[in-house]
């Protein structure tokens, strides 16, 4: 059973091809349907369209569906772009590029950045087994491979992410379980970048507790990076939390 569960994480991970940076994705993860309206502009406008996956000192690594390229980027002009971000690949010269943002229109339907469309479904955990969990729907229980260092409590209330090759298949591959009491609703009070190129938000919550949330290449967004303002109420599904003051969040997946 562990060699079958192995091999299915290593099929996921090829799969989704960083669309959750470190595995991005979710991921950061990229929309089929918008790659399509991209083929047009990636001829008449743009190199490529993809997200941004690595920043170095002159060098900008962005991944378009299952392949990765590196483009000589001044490092002036990116200052303003974070990793994860969707940009457009500008060619100025023979080996000079710059980016521009790309916004996506509809973070409604999600996809890989292979273009398989992810599926969510959200429930309560009926059954923990060693290598598997049940959760129970409104419409039917539902079993998937337990991820590494997954454990929670019988009746969490829990969203799913995953793949489903075929419509008629029993077979679903997970991509990633949020834990919907863990979330925590902020406020962005400022937004600034490190110098890794991840974006952090100031934050705080109704009580006036300040946070700071890092919104890693891998963190599952429903919005563009350039339209998350000072002042926006979002959503936020911590992976890691650092007890410390502020209080540090690396972000699963954040909501606007």
């Given amino acids: 059973m562990k060699t079958t569960k192995t091999l299915i994480i290593l099929v996921l991970c090829l799969i989704i091809a960083f669309s959750m940076t470190g595995c991005a994705t979710t991921t950061n993860t990229s929309h089929a349907n918008e790659q399509k309206q991209n083929s047009n502009q990636i001829n008449d406008q743009y190199e490529t369209v993809g997200e941004i996956i690595v920043l170095e000192e002159d060098t900008v ?12 980027v001044d490092q002036e002009k990116v200052k303003d772009f974070y990793l994860g971000e969707t940009v457009g690949v500008k ?13 996506i229109n509809n ?5 890989t950045n292979m273009g398989h469309m992810i599926l969510t ?19 039917e229980d539902m079993e998937f491979e337990t ?23 029993q077979e679903k591959i997970l991509i990633d379980v949020y834990d919907e009491t863990s979330k925590i609703n902020l406020t962005v009070t ?7 190129g991840i974006m952090v938000l100031d934050t705080e919550d109704e009580k006036g507790l300040k946070y700071e949330v890092y919104v890693l290449g891998r963190s599952v967004l429903n919005f563009n990076h350039s339209d998350l303002k000072e002042h926006d109420e979002i959503t936020v599904y911590p992976e890691v939390i650092r007890e410390i003051y502020p209080t540090q969040i690396d972000a699963k997946m954040i909501k606007k």
């Fill in 61 to 72: 690594h962005v991944l378009t569906g299952d392949v990765a390229e590196i483009f000589k």
């Fill in 91 to 103: 060619k100025i010269s023979d080996n000079q590029f710059e980016l521009e943002k790309y916004k």
């Fill in 107 to 111: 973070f409604d339907v999600k996809h």
């Fill in 121 to 139: 479904v959200s429930g309560k955990i009926k059954e923990m087994k060693d290598d598997k969990f049940i959760m129970s729907t409104k419409d």
């Fill in 147 to 169: 991820p590494d260092e997954f454990s929670l409590e019988k009746g969490t209330e829990i969203t799913v992410d995953y793949l489903k090759f075929q419509p008629e298949s």
């Fill in 190 to 196: 400022h937004i600034r970048r490190a110098e890794n």
